[in-house]
């Protein structure tokens, strides 16, 4: 903090550096998240300030059109109408009401590089023949490289949408939500982008064809805005947070709504699966093997 001659708070002096920063060598205004002695709060600094150095730009393995940069911050002075919200200390609150949104973005990055994928994949699934036939005729091309990555992703996109609803209707949040979408569609997108390049032999490794770089650019989905890894923390977490708080009703009511679904539509069988789930989690806490987690 520092203090104007009557002990009040006029501004703040700001240290560190940040990796990996989007736009980190180009921009024009910088959101912070800094530390201050009430907890981590958002400043606004701009382009130019003293002390504010953006670093050279990263040479990527994919997404290279967007420019990337690391950030150094030296005694960078923030004057104190430049803290968001007017308070200090809640800048996690902040954080947490927009990582539902921000999350479900990437989430629909990884998707589009596997739609993609697939799309140029059966475009020449119908054109490439061999032996006789067209690789689209062939179950063992099929049913390894196309069937299992068109039901993932459409499974990916109608989560996907379903919290983009939710989201749009004013529902807040829905912070784990987002984290099950990202981890889910990114993981999907880069398998299916992968897949792109298997699927196409010698040619899906040719820069011509394309598939190579959507699989460069579908890998950072995974990774930034939380890694998946950090997305599986967040989903067991919460979730079993949630199952406890409610005493198992979290997921029995997901189970009991499902389960009045036709057999036919897969419903029941879902819902006998949750319902599993839901028993593994409510005994794995009673036998506190979650403890050190």
């Known amino acids: 903090r520092v203090l104007d001659e009557k002990g009040q708070i006029k501004g703040y002096r700001i240290n560190g550096q940040k990796q990996f920063i989007t736009n980190g060598g180009v921009a024009d205004l910088y959101t912070i998240l800094a530390d201050t002695p009430e907890g981590p709060s958002f400043f606004i600094i701009e382009k130019g300030t003293k002390g504010l150095q953006p670093g050279k730009h990263e040479d990527k393995h994919g997404i290279r059109a967007s420019d990337t940069a690391p950030v150094t911050l030296e005694d960078v002075y923030v004057p104190a109408e430049n803290l968001v919200g007017g308070v200090e200390g809640i800048g996690l609150k902040q954080a947490n009401r927009v990582f539902g949104y921000t999350r479900l973005m990437v989430a629909t990055f990884g998707l589009a590089a596997g739609m993609s994928s697939l799309e140029k994949v059966i475009a020449y699934a119908k054109e490439r023949v061999q032996f006789g036939t067209t690789l689209a005729e062939k179950q063992g091309y099929t049913h390894k490289l196309l069937v299992p990555n068109a039901v993932r992703i459409e499974a990916a996109r109608a989560y ?71 997305q599986q923390s967040i989903i067991s977490i919460f979730r079993l947070r949630e199952t406890i708080r409610t005493k198992g009703g979290f997921y029995s009511g997901m189970s009991n709504e499902l389960s009045s679904l036709p057999e036919q539509s897969g419903g029941p069988m879902v819902a006998r699966a949750i319902w599993l789930l839901n028993e593994l989690l409510l005994v794995a806490r009673k036998l506190k093997v979650t403890k050190s987690q």
């Open 160 to 230: 996907t949408e379903e919290v983009a609803e939710r989201i749009d209707s004013g529902e807040e949040d829905l912070q784990v939500e987002g984290s099950i979408a990202k981890y889910f569609a990114t993981e999907v997108g880069d398998a299916t982008a992968n897949d792109g390049i298997q699927a196409l032999g010698g040619y899906g490794y040719i820069r011509e064809y394309e598939v190579e770089k959507i699989k460069r650019d579908a890998k950072i989905a995974t990774i930034f805005e939380g890694t998946s890894e950090i």
